[in-house]
């Protein structure tokens, strides 16, 4: 990260000064300007200078640099450098392969990857491509919610493939799934607890009604 000038690197006449409060203080020449930061124990930090006069504030460069330095480094923590993870059916997948598959797929759908889902034939699976359709057909339909197809299935060979891209809003999107869910199960336990209740009620009348 280039460093922006200080004190004795600024070469313009005339500045414009902002104080280390954040207050605009005017126009002043360089000289003046470097004897207040000077004065404050500060740095004379040029922010803008392709602004007309280059705009300089009063401040503590290390602090600022290091601040600033930080933020970048948090921002690159942040961002997540897509990749495209492959994930292989046969024309003729099993029910229970297929759903494993495809949980993992949605498992890196969540971590905002792209998926390419291909369908391998062998031999006489080759006049029956349909079939690989259908693969990839209901994987768009299962995963819709929260991924989009960049294209149409491609054919290549003896391969058919599609790529799908995560849904830009996909994180609300499955904190909505989540809170649903959460509801359906809370709801559940509650009318388990109510039938228990219930139960535990019945019980107690026979046992009254048979002392009786």
């Known amino acids: 990260m ?12 005339e500045v414009r000064l902002i104080s280390d409060d954040g207050k605009m203080l005017g126009i002043f020449k360089l000289a003046e300007a470097m004897k207040k930061a000077e004065s404050a124990g500060l740095d004379l930090v040029e922010i803008s200078p392709t602004a007309e006069p280059p705009v300089c504030r009063i401040m503590d460069f290390s602090k600022y ?3 600033k330095e930080k933020k970048v480094k948090e921002a690159r923590k942040k961002q997540h450098e897509v ?3 492959e994930i292989k059916f046969g024309p003729n997948t099993e029910e229970h392969d297929f759903n494993f598959k495809k949980n993992n797929a949605i498992k890196f759908l969540k971590q905002h990857n792209k ?4 369908v391998r ?17 209901r994987l768009k339909m299962d995963l819709q919610h929260l991924a989009d ?6 054919s290549d060979r003896n391969l058919l493939s599609i790529i799908m891209t995560p849904k830009k809003d996909i994180d609300k999107i499955l904190e909505k799934i989540k809170k649903d869910i959460d509801k359906i199960l ?6 388990k607890e109510a039938a228990a209740q219930q139960a535990n009620a019945d019980a107690a009348l026979k046992t009254g009604a048979s002392q009786n």
Request: hydrophobic share 30%; aromatic share 10%; glycine share 4%.
């Open 2 to 13: 280039p460093k922006e000038r200080i004190n004795n690197q600024i070469t313009a006449n």
């Open 65 to 67: 640099y290091y601040q």
């Open 83 to 85: 990749e495209i993870k």
């Open 115 to 118: 998926v390419k889902f291909t």
């Open 121 to 137: 034939f062998r031999g006489r699976q080759m006049a029956h491509k349909e079939l690989g359709y259908d693969v990839l057909e």
């Open 149 to 154: 197809p960049d294209a149409d299935p491609v």
């Open 186 to 191: 809370e709801k559940i336990a509650k009318e």
